[in-house]
């Protein structure tokens, strides 16, 4: 009897927690993306690149994201939606003609050393998107091309 009450004291006040937080929903409008600043569309890597990096990258780093079925369920959708900000505050491929060819430069090698060292794509992307594995082939031509990214300094 005793224990029957902590469980009810632990558990009610978490079901009602998830329950009531199903209320506050996260925004999943894409901001309106402006193509003559999208990174595809400016650097045109070749095909096998872009595909690449729209299936890996584009989720969380753009105005593209496709929310995957467990974005309405909070408190997940909130943590998933913090991810996505905090990604494109970090380096949205929507604005990327707003940078300046330095920090392009800066980003790229940022982007070949996070595949380096396996930071990205993130666990998190696995569990988003299971059907589309970044194969080993993928990530070393990805890495290489982050790695010889240049661009012009005016
Ligand atoms: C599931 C979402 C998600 C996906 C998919 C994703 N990223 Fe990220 N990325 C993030 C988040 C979140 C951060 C910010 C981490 C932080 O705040 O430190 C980040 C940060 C980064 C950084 C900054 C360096 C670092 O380690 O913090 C680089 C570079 C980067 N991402 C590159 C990429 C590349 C390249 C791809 C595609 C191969 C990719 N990301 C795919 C979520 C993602």
């Not at 505050?89 to 980003?107: E, R």
């Not at 993928?138 to 290489?144: A, K, M, P, V």
Request: with cysteine; net charge negative.
């Amino acid at each position: 009897m005793k224990k029957f009450l902590t469980l009810k004291k632990i558990f009610l006040p978490i079901l009602i927690f998830i329950g009531l937080s199903q209320f506050i929903k996260i925004d999943k409008e894409n901001e309106i993306v402006n193509s003559s600043l999208d990174f595809l569309s400016i650097e045109s890597p070749t095909k096998e690149i872009s595909k690449i990096i729209k299936n890996q990258c584009y989720d969380c780093h753009s105005d593209e994201t496709k929310f995957p079925w467990y974005a309405d369920i909070a408190p997940v959708s909130w943590w998933l939606k913090s991810n996505i900000d905090g990604a494109r505050d970090f380096m949205n491929f929507s604005k990327w003609g707003l940078l300046t060819p330095k920090q392009k430069i800066a980003k790229m090698q940022e982007c070949f050393e996070a595949l380096q060292e396996e930071e990205m794509p993130v666990a998190l992307y696995i569990l988003m998107h299971d059907e589309s594995q970044f194969t080993a082939k993928e990530g070393e031509s990805l890495q290489e091309w982050f790695k010889n990214y240049n661009t012009p300094l005016n």
